[in-house]
């Protein structure tokens, strides 16, 4: 796509009027960080799509220079690393593609400390599960709970009492 292009698909959205490409979506394309900073503390939508579902991270992917300062800002303010244009092509595919190697080391770093974040918060989780386990194995034996009996539980805070507990013992040893 050259700069500056319009771009049309067949899609039915795209029909009417069509969508256009933005003034934040030319800074994205062109790196001008201090441009697209502006536009996105005045509240430029970080995610919005313009021709053919294309987000300010994929014109900062498909830029004729390695913007891999753009790409960081554009992270840093929430930008969707997931989202993929009409073709099903991703930022992190496109500066693949297009051989801008900072920016797909940009988007990489990003996609593999998303995905150590997810498996720590599904860890911690699950020792909070487990911890909780053997704080009920260790009561007195009591009376099974009736089903009535168990929702007045859950619904009276006590479940979520020991929950929030027991993520405060485990957030404390994974602190030290």
Do not use: C, W
Not at 36 to 57: H, I, Q, Y
Not at 72 to 78: D, H, T
Not at 83 to 103: H, Q, Y
């Amino acid at each position: 796509m050259a700069y500056g292009q319009t771009v049309k698909s067949s899609g039915p959205e795209e029909q009417q009027a069509g969508p256009v490409m933005t003034a934040a979506m030319a800074a994205a394309y062109r790196g001008d960080s201090a441009s697209l900073r502006s536009f996105l503390e005045k509240g430029e939508n970080v995610n919005a799509a313009g021709p053919g579902g294309t987000t300010l991270l994929m014109f900062a992917a498909m830029s004729p220079s390695d913007n891999a300062e753009t790409v960081s800002l554009l992270l840093k303010y929430g930008a969707r690393y997931d989202k993929t244009d009409v073709n099903g092509t991703s930022a992190l595919e496109i500066a693949k593609n297009r051989g801008k190697i900072e920016s797909a080391a940009v988007l990489e770093s990003f996609y593999r400390a998303d995905f150590v974040n997810t498996m720590l918060l599904i860890a911690y989780l699950l020792v909070v599960l487990i911890t909780i386990r053997f704080e009920k194995d260790g009561e007195d034996e009591k009376e099974p709970l009736s089903d009535t009996n168990r929702m007045k539980e859950y619904y009276t805070g006590e479940t979520f009492e020991k929950i929030s507990g027991g993520l405060k013992n485990v957030k404390e040893k994974f602190q030290h």
